[in-house]
């Protein structure tokens, strides 16, 4: 009988792996959550913060964190202005300025061009989507459903059986 000899680069590399593991972890919490953290908002902020090495992943998920907060807050303020105005105003005048708020704040209060992205698409989701519910409770939800998961992918990223030495947050030059 002829041995199978298996390429070395057809194997799942770690990154993979942890991927697929920090993927499975959100889903299960967003199980138990029963319904209150969305599978979607988690499975996607784990799968973004894995990333090549444990710095580069603590970057990722502060990033992630930061600007979400940032987009959550100005959401939450943009949805409560919605609710004692009509549809139309809020989609005409108060999304265009909620998404100045963000531009301007992240450019140029606290020089974070990289939590742009991620702030408007959690703006956007708050104040254009139909919440599941109508409540504050809805952001709020956003904002912790990416905390945890950000929170998972790293502990689950910090695993690697082939580390022998100390594992660094942050690169050489301090980010």
């Keep these: 009988m002829k041995k199978i000899k298996i390429e070395h680069s057809v194997l799942p590399g770690l990154r993979i792996i942890k991927t697929v593991v920090a993927l499975a972890i959100v889903m299960v919490i967003s199980i138990c959550s029963d319904g209150h953290l969305a599978p979607y908002d988690m499975a996607v902020v784990a799968i973004l913060a894995i990333q090549d090495d444990v710095a580069q992943s603590f970057n990722e998920v502060r990033k992630r964190i930061g600007s979400t907060v940032i987009g ?20 005409l005048l108060i999304v265009p300025i909620g998404i ?14 990289e939590y742009i992205i991620i702030a408007c698409y959690v703006f956007l989701s708050i104040t254009l989507e139909e919440p599941p519910e109508l409540s504050w409770l809805y952001p709020i939800k956003i904002m912790i459903a990416t905390l945890v998961s950000s929170i998972v992918a790293m502990v689950v990223n910090l695993y690697d059986p082939r580390r022998k030495k100390k594992v660094r947050l942050y690169n050489e030059n301090g980010k």
């Design 72 to 91: 959550g807050i100005i959401g939450t303020i943009a949805m409560g202005i919605g609710y004692i105005t009509n549809e139309n105003l809020l989609r």
């Design 100 to 113: 100045f708020l963000i531009l301007y704040f992240c450019s140029k209060l606290i020089n974070r061009t």
